[in-house]
């Protein structure tokens, strides 16, 4: 049963450009969400996260918007660089330290 | 500060066997979380150990073990191993009461 959903496993983008990657969840009670960047061979890193008392958080490029009513997150990134090409999760939490992960999707930042 | 390391980075057993996997977390983190990561799968949560007590558990076959040390240090163990299992494991670290983890490199299990 995946509560986390990335229903688009890759994304392309011009240099420059927005990239926004989407994330959907199923249970309600979810009250903590993030995002995770991953590189081949590395583990994921910690990248923005919201709390659901909030809609939006800002950090530099990266933006996070919250639709609690649609249950739905999307990372906004701009503008896009060729370094941001990586695997990119959400990850959403309940109270506690259980987090659930998204499938990912693949960033493609083309030059 | 040393980050998260895991060990070994890379394992090849064959089916039937077990295999035990580390994870040092970060000085004075208290929580140790494991994860599988597989194609289309995602990092799918094992369990959660904070001071050396399981705190959480996934939806995996008891053939999925951990504990947890004096020192935070965790082990994972998984025991009659399947081709399914083959994936990389990823432990992550936290100090136990915030929501920021911090993950180590992982280790490669390929089961043959």
């Known amino acids: 049963d995946q509560q986390v959903k990335q229903n688009s496993p890759s994304l392309s983008v011009q240099e420059g450009r927005i990239s926004i990657l989407n994330c959907d969840y199923t249970?309600?009670?979810?009250?903590?969400f993030l995002w995770y960047k991953k590189y081949p061979a590395e583990g994921p890193t910690f990248l923005i996260s919201i709390s659901s008392i909030k809609d939006k958080n800002e950090d530099g490029r990266f933006t996070v918007f919250l639709n609690k009513s649609a249950k739905h997150l999307s990372l906004h990134i701009v503008p896009s660089q060729p370094g941001d090409s990586a695997v990119y999760f959400c990850a959403a939490s309940k109270s506690g330290n259980q987090f659930y992960f998204g499938t990912g999707t693949s960033l493609t930042v083309i030059p | 500060k040393a980050g998260v390391t895991q060990t070994p980075r890379y394992l090849i057993k064959t089916r039937g066997q077990q295999v035990t996997l580390s994870c040092s977390p970060i000085?004075?983190?208290?929580?140790v979380s494991w994860y599988q990561q597989t194609p289309g799968q995602g990092l799918q949560f094992l369990f959660e150990?904070?001071?050396?007590?399981?705190?959480n558990k996934g939806n995996f076959p008891g053939r999925f073990s951990g504990r947890q040390f004096s020192n935070s240090r965790s082990e994972m163990n998984v025991s009659t191993l399947e081709l399914g299992d083959s994936a990389l494991y990823l432990c992550?670290?936290?100090?136990?009461?915030?929501?920021?983890?911090?993950f180590g490199p992982g280790t490669r299990l390929t089961v043959l």
């Open positions: 000085s004075g983190h208290r929580s």
């Open positions: 992550a670290s936290s100090r136990g009461w915030d929501h920021e983890q911090f």
């Open positions: 249970n309600s009670m979810f009250d903590y």
């Open positions: 150990y904070f001071s050396e007590t399981q705190r």
